[in-house]
Protein backbone atom coordinates (compact mmCIF):
# COMPACT_ATOMS: atom_id res chain seq x y z
CA UNK A 1 0.00 0.00 0.00
CA UNK A 2 1.35 3.57 -0.75
CA UNK A 3 -0.16 7.52 -0.35
CA UNK A 4 0.08 9.24 -3.43
CA UNK A 5 0.79 12.99 -3.90
CA UNK A 6 0.57 15.29 -6.58
CA UNK A 7 3.13 18.70 -6.16
CA UNK A 8 1.99 21.37 -7.94
CA UNK A 9 0.90 19.30 -11.36
CA UNK A 10 0.08 20.76 -14.52
CA UNK A 11 -0.71 19.56 -18.02
CA UNK A 12 -0.76 20.88 -21.55
CA UNK A 13 -1.52 19.63 -24.89
CA UNK A 14 -0.51 22.25 -26.38
CA UNK A 15 -1.97 25.15 -25.52
CA UNK A 16 -4.62 23.40 -23.87
CA UNK A 17 -4.53 22.96 -20.27
CA UNK A 18 -5.92 19.75 -18.95
CA UNK A 19 -4.31 19.76 -15.19
CA UNK A 20 -3.79 22.97 -13.93
CA UNK A 21 -1.55 23.52 -11.13
CA UNK A 22 -2.98 20.20 -8.70
CA UNK A 23 -1.91 20.06 -5.40
CA UNK A 24 -3.28 16.64 -3.96
CA UNK A 25 -2.43 14.14 -1.53
CA UNK A 26 -4.13 10.48 -1.72
CA UNK A 27 -4.02 8.88 1.34
CA UNK A 28 -2.33 5.39 2.15
CA UNK A 29 -5.41 3.11 1.90
CA UNK A 30 -8.04 5.56 1.46
CA UNK A 31 -10.64 5.70 -2.20
CA UNK A 32 -10.38 8.66 -3.72
CA UNK A 33 -12.68 9.55 -6.29
CA UNK A 34 -11.69 12.22 -9.35
CA UNK A 35 -15.25 13.69 -10.10
CA UNK A 36 -16.27 16.15 -12.84
CA UNK A 37 -17.94 16.84 -16.50
CA UNK A 38 -16.08 15.55 -19.54
CA UNK A 39 -12.98 17.15 -20.33
CA UNK A 40 -12.62 18.26 -16.65
CA UNK A 41 -9.39 16.82 -16.81
CA UNK A 42 -10.06 13.71 -14.79
CA UNK A 43 -8.31 10.62 -16.78
CA UNK A 44 -5.19 12.75 -17.46
CA UNK A 45 -4.88 13.56 -13.50
CA UNK A 46 -5.11 9.33 -13.71
CA UNK A 47 -3.27 9.04 -16.69
CA UNK A 48 -0.32 11.15 -15.40
CA UNK A 49 -0.17 8.91 -12.58
CA UNK A 50 -0.31 5.85 -14.55
CA UNK A 51 2.74 7.16 -16.37
CA UNK A 52 0.28 6.92 -19.40
CA UNK A 53 1.10 10.81 -20.29
CA UNK A 54 4.25 12.95 -19.14
CA UNK A 55 3.88 15.80 -16.73
CA UNK A 56 4.26 19.29 -17.81
CA UNK A 57 5.48 20.70 -14.60
CA UNK A 58 5.24 19.38 -11.08
CA UNK A 59 6.08 16.30 -9.66
CA UNK A 60 3.76 12.85 -8.54
CA UNK A 61 5.12 10.51 -5.79
CA UNK A 62 3.73 6.81 -4.75
CA UNK A 63 4.52 6.50 -1.42
CA UNK A 64 8.11 8.52 -1.06
CA UNK A 65 8.97 7.65 -4.67
CA UNK A 66 9.48 10.19 -7.49
CA UNK A 67 8.01 8.57 -10.61
CA UNK A 68 7.71 11.21 -13.01
CA UNK A 69 10.84 9.59 -14.80
CA UNK A 70 9.66 5.80 -13.78
CA UNK A 71 8.05 3.55 -17.00
CA UNK A 72 4.38 2.93 -16.34
CA UNK A 73 5.31 -1.12 -15.66
CA UNK A 74 7.48 -0.03 -12.41
CA UNK A 75 5.47 2.32 -10.71
CA UNK A 76 3.53 -0.57 -9.10
CA UNK A 77 0.03 0.03 -10.37
CA UNK A 78 -2.63 -1.57 -11.90
CA UNK A 79 -5.77 -0.02 -13.86
CA UNK A 80 -9.12 -0.63 -15.11
CA UNK A 81 -10.63 0.66 -18.13
CA UNK A 82 -13.96 1.74 -19.15
CA UNK A 83 -13.15 -0.61 -21.79
CA UNK A 84 -12.31 -4.09 -20.14
CA UNK A 85 -10.00 -4.78 -22.76
CA UNK A 86 -10.15 -8.90 -22.29
CA UNK A 87 -8.29 -10.58 -24.83
CA UNK A 88 -11.28 -12.82 -26.69
CA UNK A 89 -9.05 -15.51 -27.65
CA UNK A 90 -8.10 -16.22 -23.70
CA UNK A 91 -9.77 -18.02 -20.87
CA UNK A 92 -11.12 -16.01 -17.89
CA UNK A 93 -7.54 -17.76 -16.46
CA UNK A 94 -5.60 -16.41 -18.48
CA UNK A 95 -6.59 -13.32 -19.08
CA UNK A 96 -5.87 -12.98 -15.54
CA UNK A 97 -2.54 -14.31 -15.50
CA UNK A 98 -1.49 -12.92 -18.83
CA UNK A 99 0.45 -10.16 -16.66
CA UNK A 100 1.96 -12.00 -14.23
CA UNK A 101 3.57 -14.16 -17.12
CA UNK A 102 5.17 -11.06 -18.84
CA UNK A 103 6.76 -10.90 -15.53
CA UNK A 104 8.04 -14.05 -15.55
CA UNK A 105 5.97 -14.59 -12.40
CA UNK A 106 6.50 -18.10 -10.64
CA UNK A 107 3.39 -20.62 -12.05
CA UNK A 108 2.66 -21.60 -8.37
CA UNK A 109 2.71 -17.94 -7.26
CA UNK A 110 -0.07 -16.83 -10.64
CA UNK A 111 -2.09 -19.72 -10.04
CA UNK A 112 -2.32 -18.81 -6.58
CA UNK A 113 -3.17 -15.05 -7.03
CA UNK A 114 -5.69 -16.14 -9.94
CA UNK A 115 -7.66 -18.11 -7.82
CA UNK A 116 -7.47 -15.91 -4.76
CA UNK A 117 -8.35 -13.26 -6.82
CA UNK A 118 -11.27 -15.30 -8.58
CA UNK A 119 -12.56 -16.10 -4.79
CA UNK A 120 -13.01 -12.45 -3.73
CA UNK A 121 -14.45 -11.25 -6.58
CA UNK A 122 -16.75 -14.53 -7.25
CA UNK A 123 -16.03 -16.05 -11.04
CA UNK A 124 -14.01 -18.98 -9.45
CA UNK A 125 -16.62 -21.43 -12.22
CA UNK A 126 -16.11 -19.22 -14.94
CA UNK A 127 -12.19 -19.37 -15.50
CA UNK A 128 -12.42 -21.69 -18.59
CA UNK A 129 -14.95 -19.32 -20.03
CA UNK A 130 -14.02 -17.01 -23.28
CA UNK A 131 -15.02 -13.46 -22.85
CA UNK A 132 -17.80 -13.96 -25.27
CA UNK A 133 -19.38 -16.10 -22.97
CA UNK A 134 -19.44 -13.90 -19.82
CA UNK A 135 -22.01 -10.76 -19.53
CA UNK A 136 -21.19 -7.15 -18.95
CA UNK A 137 -21.03 -7.47 -15.20
CA UNK A 138 -18.65 -10.76 -15.34
CA UNK A 139 -16.51 -9.37 -17.80
CA UNK A 140 -15.98 -5.85 -15.72
CA UNK A 141 -15.55 -8.74 -12.39
CA UNK A 142 -12.70 -10.29 -14.54
CA UNK A 143 -11.18 -6.73 -15.96
CA UNK A 144 -11.02 -6.29 -11.94
CA UNK A 145 -9.57 -9.25 -11.47
CA UNK A 146 -6.60 -8.63 -13.57
CA UNK A 147 -5.77 -5.87 -11.86
CA UNK A 148 -5.90 -7.40 -8.22
CA UNK A 149 -3.41 -10.15 -9.50
CA UNK A 150 -1.04 -7.83 -9.77
CA UNK A 151 -1.16 -7.05 -5.91
CA UNK A 152 0.02 -2.94 -6.88
CA UNK A 153 0.30 -0.34 -4.53
CA UNK A 154 -2.60 1.61 -5.98
CA UNK A 155 -5.69 0.98 -7.95
CA UNK A 156 -6.45 3.21 -10.61
CA UNK A 157 -10.08 2.85 -12.24
CA UNK A 158 -11.31 4.96 -14.77
CA UNK A 159 -14.99 4.95 -15.18
CA UNK A 160 -14.94 0.88 -14.95
CA UNK A 161 -19.38 0.91 -14.55
CA UNK A 162 -20.08 2.87 -17.71
CA UNK A 163 -20.80 0.02 -19.77
CA UNK A 164 -23.16 -1.66 -17.17
CA UNK A 165 -26.67 -1.15 -16.87
CA UNK A 166 -27.87 0.92 -14.43
CA UNK A 167 -29.08 -1.95 -12.09
CA UNK A 168 -25.89 -3.78 -12.28
CA UNK A 169 -23.84 -0.36 -11.87
CA UNK A 170 -25.80 -0.36 -8.26
CA UNK A 171 -24.38 -3.85 -7.99
CA UNK A 172 -21.40 -3.45 -8.94
CA UNK A 173 -20.82 -0.11 -7.01
CA UNK A 174 -21.38 -1.85 -3.90
CA UNK A 175 -19.03 -4.96 -4.72
CA UNK A 176 -16.24 -2.54 -5.32
CA UNK A 177 -16.58 -0.91 -2.21
CA UNK A 178 -16.46 -4.55 -0.35
CA UNK A 179 -13.26 -5.17 -2.14
CA UNK A 180 -11.72 -1.89 -1.03
CA UNK A 181 -12.76 -2.51 2.52
CA UNK A 182 -11.42 -6.45 1.93
CA UNK A 183 -7.90 -5.18 0.50
CA UNK A 184 -7.08 -1.84 2.29
CA UNK A 185 -5.37 -0.55 -0.89
CA UNK A 186 -5.27 2.90 -2.14
CA UNK A 187 -7.56 3.29 -4.39
CA UNK A 188 -8.29 6.08 -7.20
CA UNK A 189 -11.18 6.04 -9.43
CA UNK A 190 -12.25 8.41 -11.90
CA UNK A 191 -15.76 9.01 -12.70
CA UNK A 192 -18.46 11.55 -13.83
CA UNK A 193 -21.83 9.87 -12.04
CA UNK A 194 -22.37 11.71 -8.19
CA UNK A 195 -23.34 8.87 -7.27
CA UNK A 196 -21.05 7.10 -7.62
CA UNK A 197 -18.67 9.54 -6.35
CA UNK A 198 -20.75 9.90 -3.07
CA UNK A 199 -21.53 5.97 -2.36
CA UNK A 200 -18.25 4.76 -2.95
CA UNK A 201 -15.69 7.32 -2.21
CA UNK A 202 -13.73 8.05 1.05
CA UNK A 203 -13.17 11.32 0.02
CA UNK A 204 -14.16 13.12 -3.42
CA UNK A 205 -11.87 15.75 -5.46
CA UNK A 206 -14.56 17.51 -7.69
CA UNK A 207 -12.52 18.83 -10.76
CA UNK A 208 -13.30 21.91 -13.49
CA UNK A 209 -11.52 22.57 -16.56
CA UNK A 210 -8.66 20.92 -14.92
CA UNK A 211 -8.64 23.13 -11.70
CA UNK A 212 -9.29 21.56 -8.22
CA UNK A 213 -12.41 23.07 -7.27
CA UNK A 214 -12.89 21.28 -3.66
CA UNK A 215 -11.61 17.92 -1.81
CA UNK A 216 -13.56 16.77 0.97
CA UNK A 217 -15.64 13.53 1.85
CA UNK A 218 -18.91 13.31 0.44
CA UNK A 219 -21.14 14.64 3.26
CA UNK A 220 -18.77 17.54 3.32
CA UNK A 221 -19.35 18.74 -0.15
CA UNK A 222 -22.62 17.67 0.25
CA UNK A 223 -23.42 20.09 3.27
CA UNK A 224 -20.53 22.98 2.64
CA UNK A 225 -19.70 23.54 -1.07
CA UNK A 226 -17.11 25.99 -1.07
CA UNK A 227 -18.56 27.19 -4.65
CA UNK A 228 -21.59 27.45 -7.21
CA UNK A 229 -20.19 24.33 -9.53
CA UNK A 230 -19.72 22.35 -6.55
CA UNK A 231 -23.14 23.17 -4.80
CA UNK A 232 -24.75 22.36 -8.56
CA UNK A 233 -22.96 18.98 -9.20
CA UNK A 234 -22.94 16.92 -5.94
CA UNK A 235 -26.25 16.07 -4.77
CA UNK A 236 -29.29 14.92 -7.19
CA UNK A 237 -31.41 17.06 -8.54
CA UNK A 238 -29.04 19.53 -8.25
CA UNK A 239 -29.59 22.80 -5.97
CA UNK A 240 -31.92 24.93 -6.98
CA UNK A 241 -30.28 28.48 -7.37
CA UNK A 242 -32.00 31.99 -7.37
CA UNK A 243 -31.34 35.76 -8.17
CA UNK A 244 -31.97 37.43 -4.80
CA UNK A 245 -31.30 40.79 -3.02
CA UNK A 246 -30.62 40.50 0.49
CA UNK A 247 -32.66 43.73 1.66
CA UNK A 248 -33.12 44.68 5.45
CA UNK A 249 -36.56 45.53 7.18
CA UNK A 250 -37.77 45.85 10.34
CA UNK A 251 -34.27 44.85 11.50
CA UNK A 252 -34.45 42.00 9.80
CA UNK A 253 -32.66 40.47 6.58
CA UNK A 254 -34.46 38.92 3.83
CA UNK A 255 -33.51 37.25 0.05
CA UNK A 256 -36.00 39.46 -2.65
CA UNK A 257 -36.86 37.49 -4.90
CA UNK A 258 -39.08 39.84 -6.81
CA UNK A 259 -42.09 36.74 -6.59
CA UNK A 260 -40.88 35.84 -2.90
CA UNK A 261 -39.28 36.97 -0.19
CA UNK A 262 -37.56 35.15 2.21
CA UNK A 263 -36.57 35.84 6.08
CA UNK A 264 -32.72 35.02 6.52
CA UNK A 265 -32.37 33.12 9.78
CA UNK A 266 -31.06 35.66 12.69
CA UNK A 267 -27.16 33.19 12.47
CA UNK A 268 -27.19 33.45 8.78
CA UNK A 269 -28.11 37.20 8.93
CA UNK A 270 -25.04 38.16 10.97
CA UNK A 271 -22.58 36.31 8.48
CA UNK A 272 -24.38 37.94 5.50
CA UNK A 273 -24.56 41.12 6.94
CA UNK A 274 -22.08 43.28 4.93
CA UNK A 275 -23.86 41.77 1.19
CA UNK A 276 -26.88 44.09 2.53
CA UNK A 277 -28.45 45.81 -0.86
CA UNK A 278 -26.47 43.46 -2.69
CA UNK A 279 -26.94 40.55 -5.52
CA UNK A 280 -26.39 37.32 -4.40
CA UNK A 281 -27.46 33.57 -5.51
CA UNK A 282 -29.50 31.89 -3.40
CA UNK A 283 -28.90 27.78 -3.22
CA UNK A 284 -31.91 25.77 -2.01
CA UNK A 285 -31.74 21.95 -2.01
CA UNK A 286 -34.72 20.21 -3.65
CA UNK A 287 -35.07 18.28 -0.42
CA UNK A 288 -34.90 21.31 1.92
CA UNK A 289 -38.54 22.87 -0.34
CA UNK A 290 -41.51 21.18 1.27
CA UNK A 291 -45.31 20.50 0.50
CA UNK A 292 -47.09 22.95 2.91
CA UNK A 293 -49.01 20.04 4.21
CA UNK A 294 -46.14 18.07 4.79
CA UNK A 295 -43.58 19.89 6.42
CA UNK A 296 -41.01 18.45 9.00
CA UNK A 297 -40.59 19.99 11.98
CA UNK A 298 -38.50 21.92 13.58
CA UNK A 299 -37.50 23.54 10.81
CA UNK A 300 -37.38 27.61 10.33
CA UNK A 301 -39.72 27.96 7.49
CA UNK A 302 -39.94 30.73 4.67
CA UNK A 303 -42.98 30.02 1.92
CA UNK A 304 -42.53 30.37 -1.52
CA UNK A 305 -45.08 31.09 -4.18
CA UNK A 306 -45.41 28.66 -7.31
CA UNK A 307 -47.56 27.23 -9.70
CA UNK A 308 -47.25 23.13 -10.21
CA UNK A 309 -45.81 22.47 -13.90
CA UNK A 310 -45.17 18.64 -13.50
CA UNK A 311 -45.15 16.12 -10.63
CA UNK A 312 -42.74 12.83 -10.84
CA UNK A 313 -44.23 10.16 -8.64
CA UNK A 314 -40.78 8.06 -7.83
CA UNK A 315 -42.09 5.80 -5.27
CA UNK A 316 -40.82 6.75 -1.74
CA UNK A 317 -40.91 10.29 -3.18
CA UNK A 318 -42.31 12.95 -5.53
CA UNK A 319 -40.27 15.57 -7.17
CA UNK A 320 -42.50 18.62 -8.05
CA UNK A 321 -41.49 21.10 -10.68
CA UNK A 322 -42.56 24.69 -9.63
CA UNK A 323 -42.95 28.06 -11.31
CA UNK A 324 -42.24 31.25 -9.78
CA UNK A 325 -42.46 34.19 -12.30
CA UNK A 326 -39.89 33.19 -14.94
CA UNK A 327 -38.26 30.79 -12.61
CA UNK A 328 -38.64 26.93 -12.37
CA UNK A 329 -37.29 24.99 -9.58
CA UNK A 330 -37.63 21.76 -7.79
CA UNK A 331 -39.02 20.39 -4.87
CA UNK A 332 -38.29 16.79 -3.29
CA UNK A 333 -41.23 16.20 -0.97
CA UNK A 334 -43.10 13.18 0.70
CA UNK A 335 -45.07 10.96 -1.82
CA UNK A 336 -48.54 11.77 0.51
CA UNK A 337 -48.49 14.98 -1.49
CA UNK A 338 -51.80 16.10 -2.92
CA UNK A 339 -49.99 18.45 -5.58
CA UNK A 340 -51.30 18.52 -8.84
CA UNK A 341 -50.33 20.53 -11.78
CA UNK A 342 -51.68 24.05 -12.57
CA UNK A 343 -52.10 23.70 -8.71
CA UNK A 344 -50.92 27.35 -7.05
CA UNK A 345 -49.27 26.67 -3.55
CA UNK A 346 -47.25 28.23 -1.24
CA UNK A 347 -43.38 25.61 -1.24
CA UNK A 348 -42.14 25.55 2.01
CA UNK A 349 -38.07 26.46 2.51
CA UNK A 350 -36.33 24.84 5.04
CA UNK A 351 -34.36 28.50 5.64
CA UNK A 352 -31.67 26.25 8.29
CA UNK A 353 -30.06 24.92 5.18
CA UNK A 354 -29.89 27.25 2.65
CA UNK A 355 -26.39 28.39 0.94
CA UNK A 356 -25.76 31.96 0.13
CA UNK A 357 -23.26 32.34 -3.30
CA UNK A 358 -21.07 35.38 -4.39
CA UNK A 359 -22.89 36.50 -7.57
CA UNK A 360 -19.10 37.86 -9.02
CA UNK A 361 -16.68 35.18 -7.74
CA UNK A 362 -19.26 31.95 -7.43
CA UNK A 363 -17.74 31.53 -3.96
CA UNK A 364 -19.99 30.11 -1.28
CA UNK A 365 -20.95 33.40 1.40
CA UNK A 366 -22.44 31.49 4.23
Known amino acids: MASVTYEHVTKRFGEVVAVKDLDLQVKDGEFLVLLGP ?57 NMAFGLKLRKTPKDDIDRRVHEAARILGIEELLDRKPRQLSGGQRQRVAVGRAIVREPKVFLMDEPLSNLDAKLRVHARAELSKLHHRLGTTWIYVTHDQMEAMTMGTRIAVQKDGVLQQLGTPQELYSHPDNLFVAGFIGSPSMNFFDVILVEGDGLLYADGGTFRLKVPEDKARALAPYKGRE ?11 DPDLTPPGITEARIKAKVEVTEPMGNEVFIYLLTGTKTFIARVDPRTEARVGQEVEAVANMDNIHVFDRRTEKAIL
Not at 280 to 290: A, K, Q, T, Y
Open 38 to 94: SGCGKTTTLRLLAGLEEVTEGTIYIGDRLVNDIPPKDRDIAMVFQSYALYPHMSVYD
Open 280 to 290: VILGIRPEDIH
